[in-house]
């Protein structure tokens, strides 16, 4: 049966969830003030949502950090640094945040990718445990690397920058076109069951290669982009915190520049090409977001569903040199975290909460300016969240280490700080994220090394004013962290130095920093 609910939201335990998830998207939106890219439909979701202005990854990198965010544990936890274990056998059997929901009745749902494929959710995106019915996968998925690109001479290739007529791709479809279709359908299926759902729709865009509807390109003409304010590798940037960006140079149309490894630089048309193609990725996945958001309206459900949109960590547009995740700088570490809670963060007076707009027609109205935190916040905070404003009771804070506790978190719930009347002033002090290496000099393994080739961890600390990391030894086989064994460090003052260029690691007297901020020792979440 349908139920119109005219509640206050702390009676009920039933609101659905809905949970999307894009695929390294750093907060490039016009909600988070981006002065280029075209977002209409998050921007209207973030108008009647509260928008996380400093929302971090604890990995950037996509395996580890959705492990850790569905999990709700830091990557020290999950012991997944890289892509190659499952955590359920490597570290500890840890109830994931579907499973958790699908536990107290509610149907649990994924579509494309939410758990990263492969071993390390077992093959099986986590499935029973998480999920009530075997997650979807859109078979338009399996051309995605393939040589479907068109060169100007009507080639094929397996490109980067790989814009296309939808009807002539295999299938004639795309996998982000697929998923929201899926999406749909199980909405509309959903609508008069009586038990509440959490549905996650993981998008594949705006991850590489950019394989994207051609259209979306004429909303970013050429002429219209630019460089990355900082393009160049920092002077001053230690080795071991630089990434050689790997995975772009085995596309065929960047092996074709014959970049030198691992600086480059590419050329700088390129760079404006790869720009163009990431946010006319990012304006293709705010139209599937808003055919969804149109399909919640349309099944009356807007007023029963929270709806979350967030990504797994961002990356690197040019920045410090830089086309990837794989690092600690806010590029690859900062990502979008909304969250729509109907009553809470928006009133249920309103006729209609969403529906799609069409961003090709320019005219369309632009939202009302959405309520922000600034406070620092984490991805793990996102399971404690969701559990609470459904009404769910929070689990608990997890003990330190907690390697045997099955259900547990190591975030807090940011329910208190989604009210705009409350306007709560703090939260977090810092946000943790962290990045593994293999070698003090480059590598080509340094983006990702394998767990068993881990030598070196950086520990990276953002507070509202620095960014501070320090790199330091690492025991793959231990999992130890040797906190004396220093190789390098990165310290940024974020005021005079927002895009992270000026490392002043080495310049102040690095005792008197450590006294100063409470350092190393606030590295560790824990401590
Ligand atoms: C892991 O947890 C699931 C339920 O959360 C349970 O069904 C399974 O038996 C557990 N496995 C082990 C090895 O403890
Ligand atoms: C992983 O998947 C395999 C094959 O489906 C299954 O036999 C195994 O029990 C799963 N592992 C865990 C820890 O559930
Ligand atoms: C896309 O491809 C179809 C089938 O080849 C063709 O009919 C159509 O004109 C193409 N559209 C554009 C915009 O090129
Ligand atoms: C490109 O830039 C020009 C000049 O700033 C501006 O008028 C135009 O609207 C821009 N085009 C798009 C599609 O953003
Ligand atoms: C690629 O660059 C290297 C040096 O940067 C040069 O020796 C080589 O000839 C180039 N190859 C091609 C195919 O341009
Ligand atoms: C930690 O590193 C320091 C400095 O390299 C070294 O002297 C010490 O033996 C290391 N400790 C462990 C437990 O490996």
């Known amino acids: 049966m349908h139920v119109t609910f005219n509640f206050s939201l702390l009676f009920v335990g039933k609101l659905n969830v809905l949970y999307i998830i894009a695929d390294d998207l750093r907060p490039?939106?016009?909600?988070?003030?981006?002065?280029?890219?075209?977002?209409?439909?998050?921007?209207?979701?973030?108008?009647?949502?509260t928008v996380f202005f400093n929302a971090y990854a604890q990995q950037a990198v996509c395996g580890p950090s959705r492990t850790s965010f569905l999990t709700?544990?830091?990557?020290?936890?999950?012991?997944?640094?890289?892509?190659?274990?499952?955590?359920?056998?490597?570290?500890?059997?840890?109830?994931?945040?579907?499973?958790?929901?699908?536990?107290?009745?509610?149907?649990?749902?994924s579509v494309g990718k939410v758990f990263h494929p492969g071993i390390a959710s077992n093959h099986t995106d986590d499935y029973p445990y998480s999920w009530s019915v075997p997650p979807y996968h859109p078979p338009s998925f399996s051309y995605e690397k393939r040589k479907v690109c068109k060169d100007k001479d009507g080639t094929l290739h397996s490109?980067?920058?790989?814009?296309?007529?939808v009807s002539e791709m295999p299938l004639g479809t795309l996998p982000?076109?697929?998923?929201?279709?899926?999406?749909?359908?199980?909405?509309?299926?959903?609508?008069?069951?009586?038990?509440?759902?959490?549905?996650?729709?993981?998008?594949?865009?705006?991850?590489?290669?950019?394989r994207i509807p051609q259209e979306y390109l004429k909303l970013y003409p050429i002429e219209n982009m630019t460089l990355a304010p900082d393009p160049e590798v920092?002077?001053?940037?230690?080795?071991?915190?630089?990434?050689?960006?790997?995975?772009?140079?085995?596309?065929?149309?960047?092996?074709?520049?014959?970049?030198?490894?691992?600086?480059?630089?590419?050329?700088?048309?390129?760079?404006?090409?790869?720009?163009?193609?990431?946010?006319?990725?990012?304006?293709?996945v705010d139209a599937q977001v808003g055919k969804i958001l149109q399909a919640l309206e349309d099944l009356d459900l807007a007023k029963q569903t929270i709806v979350v949109f967030t990504s797994?960590?961002?990356?690197?547009?040019?920045?410090?040199?830089?086309?990837?995740?794989?690092?600690?700088?806010?590029?690859?570490?900062?990502?979008?975290?909304?969250?729509?809670?109907?009553?809470?963060?928006?009133?249920?007076?309103?006729?209609?909460?969403?529906?799609?707009?069409?961003?090709?027609?320019?005219?369309?109205?632009?939202?009302?300016?959405?309520y922000g935190v600034h406070g620092m916040v984490e991805l793990v905070d996102v399971f404690p969240t969701v559990a609470s404003l459904a009404g769910l009771p929070p689990p608990r804070r997890c003990p330190f280490p907690s390697f045997?506790?099955?259900?547990?978190?190591?975030?807090?719930?940011?329910?208190?700080?989604?009210?705009?009347?409350?306007?709560?002033?703090?939260?977090?002090?810092?946000?943790?994220?962290?990045?593994?290496?293999?070698?003090?000099?480059?590598?080509?393994?340094?983006?990702?090394?394998?767990?068993?080739?881990?030598?070196?961890?950086?520990?990276?600390?953002?507070?509202?004013?620095?960014?501070?990391?320090?790199w330091v030894g690492f025991d793959p086989k231990t999992f130890r962290a040797n906190m004396t064994d220093v190789h390098a460090g990165e310290l940024y003052f974020l005021a005079e130095d927002p895009g992270e260029d000026h490392n002043l690691f080495d310049e102040l007297n690095h005792g008197m920093m450590i006294r100063k901020l409470g350092m190393p020792q606030c590295l560790f979440p824990h401590s």
């Open 176 to 210: 982000d076109l697929e998923n929201t279709a899926e999406a749909i359908r199980l909405l509309k299926s959903m609508k008069d069951l009586g038990n509440p759902f959490f549905l996650a729709v993981g998008f594949y865009k705006p991850h590489i290669p950019f």
């Open 234 to 284: 920092p002077k001053k940037l230690p080795e071991v915190a630089y990434n050689p960006w790997t995975d772009i140079r085995k596309r065929e149309d960047v092996q074709a520049l014959n970049i030198s490894f691992p600086y480059g630089p590419i050329p700088k048309d390129f760079q404006l090409r790869i720009r163009q193609h990431y946010f006319a990725s990012v304006s293709y």
């Open 159 to 165: 490109n980067l920058l790989c814009s296309v007529n």
């Open 28 to 49: 490039t939106l016009g909600c988070y003030s981006d002065p280029v890219v075209k977002s209409p439909n998050i921007d209207l979701l973030a108008s009647k949502s």
């Open 404 to 470: 045997q506790v099955e259900l547990c978190t190591e975030g807090f719930s940011l329910a208190s700080l989604l009210d705009r009347h409350l306007r709560p002033t703090s939260h977090h002090a810092y946000a943790h994220s962290q990045y593994p290496r293999p070698s003090d000099s480059i590598r080509p393994d340094s983006d990702l090394p394998a767990l068993a080739d881990i030598r070196i961890m950086g520990y990276s600390l953002r507070s509202s004013d620095y960014r501070y990391t320090l």
């Open 312 to 370: 797994d960590h961002g990356w690197a547009l040019g920045e410090h040199g830089e086309w990837a995740k794989y690092s600690n700088f806010d590029v690859a570490t900062r990502v979008p975290l909304v969250v729509y809670a109907p009553g809470m963060t928006w009133p249920l007076q309103e006729d209609r909460m969403f529906s799609y707009v069409d961003v090709f027609n320019s005219a369309a109205e632009q939202p009302a300016e959405a």
């Open 72 to 109: 709700s544990r830091r990557p020290d936890t999950t012991k997944l640094y890289d892509f190659n274990s499952y955590w359920r056998v490597s570290a500890g059997n840890y109830t994931t945040l579907p499973q958790y929901f699908k536990s107290n009745g509610y149907i649990t749902m």
